[in-house]
């Protein structure tokens, strides 16, 4: 925070890695500070249904005064080095003036249906965030040894017409877009020590898993939009979100849009919402929204990576059983603003295949090779039990207790675990990524692609039929669900460096935890024999196997991949063969291929760790697995493994050898024959 003198912009380029370095071309340049506001939204816990509309355009508008005075802030830097009061005259001050003028009319909109809110007005003044300290890139500030409960990711993305990475005369933050990320903001995941704990899952609890699976976002369907913080607001988010799930994701869209859209899920009564901020290869490439609000206008630059996979997990409750999901139940996980607001909200978690007992918050992982990038989301598991959202889209819901209880008398209801793997390779930070390209989530442009500002989005709209089925299955302790046999391998980097060497040399020693520590490293909840130790998916990451590597555990396919990276369900033979185009669901203006969602291959498993008979199939037909390794399913679900045929499959390939044979040997009888008759 910065007094009354402004930001001092000096040495802007300097390197991140070398001491005196200042070559912009292959540098990461030093952070210049930031905006910091007072979040209104998170203060405003109670607004009529009146007032909602009118409230939540006012603060869309408090973020893009923001943004503006953010880029105003980036742009000035030679104007601030000349007079050092400028950036609060010019910049600082009017933004003040403009949030007080916002703030009154919130206030107002409440006043005219209910009580008007206290304290708003001190919310209006800003400061200047001064630059960062410059830390060695693999020194883990403290943020770094946090679990996945508090682990929130930066946002970065669009696109940018300088390519290099802090290159070409961009001002302050470095990255492309020349508003993060530094070197800073990454660390060696061997490096961190693990941190995953999880509380035990005691009698009464529900130890079940039941699974979804909507694909990649192969349809190509992003915006910039949030209906559920922005409803009715274009570019609300100021950053692009990947959508699966749900295709009629707009700030325009209403309840009824929403309950009767197309969804990319493979079994069709799930038309839920999943998004969350794309991430992106600093590599200079031109996307879609290069030139647009929430893109490269707003700092968002870069190449939009699609995810090698997704998986979605519905899990219980160490205390008690849980209950059902109120049908459109909003829930949203981490904060987009934590880099300012402080870390109280930030829940997403980042890690390594191979790696994942080891959670970060507030660092991107620098993964080894042969080991890919993982962003893990858990949401909310305990809800008010009246409302389907609040006015600051959290009241309604909280994350259980250490002991996994819910308190104020809430209820426990399933828990969203999300897992997003990428293939990225760990940037090269020794030339700002130049070599290999800096990686960082989107985000609000003066939120500078912090890694703690990682945050997942989450709309209900499962049919009530498959929500009632859900919380059956997981009460009853049974692994359920299409895509419950999606299980992973986890890779198997922990026994590599990293292609791209940090600032700070990789550690040596790898903790014991290549690919197994614990059960997490590239373990995997899939065993269904013993009761799991444990409840809460944030301290243990679900683990599932990597798209299109052919194998299952017995090195059998499990269906795969095509040329292309879209499932092809041709091979792994058994189980859902007949549903490849089921729930492909296209957005009415598709910017990316439509293609045919994963199919699941595998058969029922044959033992439960709650006693019960074959897993139960719930909704699409879906196949759980034989417990392959001693890590709980909790969070993991059953590990893929490729069925081989039935009997009848069997006799299809020996009875025309059988037949060969038998013409072999009635050839033989009559030679002989002829041979007798001969002599």
Request: aromatic letters at 4%; a negative charge; proline letters at 6%.
């Amino acid at each position: 925070m910065l007094g009354g003198g402004g930001l001092v912009a000096a040495n802007v380029y300097a390197s991140a890695t070398e001491e005196g370095g200042t070559d912009p071309a292959q540098t990461l340049s030093t952070p210049a500070g930031t905006i910091d506001c007072p979040d209104v939204g998170t203060k405003l816990t109670n607004v009529p249904e009146g007032a909602k509309e009118d409230v939540a355009k006012e603060l869309a508008l408090l973020d893009q005064q923001i943004a503006d005075a953010y880029q105003r802030l980036m742009n000035a830097g030679q104007a601030i080095e000349q007079d050092a009061a400028f950036a609060d005259n010019s910049i600082m001050n009017p933004l003040k003036e403009k949030r007080a003028a916002t703030i009154e009319r919130i206030a107002i909109a409440v006043d005219r249906q209910g009580d008007r809110p206290e304290g708003l007005d001190a919310l209006a003044a800003c400061t200047l965030r001064a630059p960062e300290s410059s830390a060695p890139a693999g020194e883990e500030s403290d943020g770094a040894q946090n679990t996945g409960d508090a682990g929130q990711g930066g946002q970065q993305g669009g696109d940018d017409q300088n390519a290099g990475n802090g290159q070409n005369g961009q001002n302050g933050n470095g990255g492309q877009a020349g508003n993060g990320p530094v070197a800073e903001d990454y660390v060696d995941i061997k490096s961190v020590q693990p941190n995953v704990s999880e509380p035990a899952v005691r009698k009464g609890g529900s130890r079940g898993t039941f699974a979804t699976s909507c694909g990649v976002n192969e349809n190509g369907l992003f915006n910039s939009d949030n209906v559920i913080v922005a409803p009715g607001v274009s570019n609300g988010a100021h950053h692009f979100h990947d959508y699966i799930g749900n295709q009629s994701n707009t700030a325009f869209a209403s309840d009824e849009d929403l309950a009767n859209a197309e969804t990319s899920c493979v079994d069709q009564s799930d038309k839920s919402t999943y998004y969350w901020p794309v991430l992106r290869l600093q590599n200079g490439k031109q996307e879609q929204d290069a030139d647009k609000p929430g893109g490269g206008i707003e700092g968002n630059a870069g190449e939009i990576v699609r995810a090698k996979e997704v998986t979605l997990n519905f899990v219980g409750n160490p205390q008690s059983k849980v209950t059902e999901m109120p049908r459109l139940l909003r829930i949203i996980t981490g904060d987009a603003k934590a880099f300012v607001n402080g870390p109280a909200n930030a829940n997403a978690s980042w890690s390594c295949t191979g790696f994942e007992d080891r959670q970060l918050k507030d660092k991107y992982p620098l993964c080894p090779k042969g080991s890919d990038v993982v962003r893990t989301f858990k949401f909310q598991s305990c809800w008010d039990g009246q409302n389907i959202d609040s006015a600051n889209h959290r009241a309604h819901v909280a994350f259980a207790a250490a002991d996994g209880s819910c308190g104020n008398g809430f209820k426990a209801i399933p828990q969203l675990v999300q897992r997003i793997v990428y293939d990225v390779d760990a940037p090269s930070l020794q030339d700002g990524g130049k070599t290999t390209p800096l990686f960082a989530v989107d985000s609000f442009p003066e939120q500078l692609h912090k890694p703690i500002t990682d945050h997942g989005d989450f709309i209900n709209v499962f049919d009530e039929k498959l929500m009632s089925e859900m919380v059956d299955c997981i009460n009853a302790g049974r692994t359920c669900g299409v895509g419950a046999g999606d299980g992973g391998d986890g890779g198997d980097g922990g026994q590599e460096e990293p292609t791209q060497a940090p600032t700070t040399p990789p550690a040596d020693n790898d903790g014991g935890n290549g690919g197994n520590d614990g059960g997490n490293g590239g373990g995997k909840g899939d065993d269904q024999t013993e009761p799991p130790a444990t409840q809460d998916p944030t301290t243990e990451a679900p683990q599932t196997d990597q798209p299109g590597d052919g194998k299952g555990d017995d090195g059998q396919g499990d269906g795969g991949k095509n040329d292309d990276g879209q499932a092809d369900g041709g091979n792994g033979g058994a189980g859902n063969g007949d549903d490849g185009n089921a729930g492909t669901g296209q957005d009415d203006e598709p910017t990316g291929a439509t293609t045919v969602a994963p199919k699941v291959s595998g058969q029922p498993d044959a033992g439960n760790d709650a006693g019960d008979d074959q897993a139960e199939v719930i909704g699409t037909p879906a196949q759980t697995q034989p417990p392959t390794s001693d890590t709980d399913s909790l969070t993991g679900g059953a590990r893929a493994q490729a069925v081989g045929g039935d009997l009848a499959e069997t006799g299809t390939s020996l009875w025309p050898a059988a037949g060969g044979a038998i013409l072999l040997i009635a050839g033989f009888v009559v030679l002989m024959r002829t041979r007798r008759h001969a002599r």
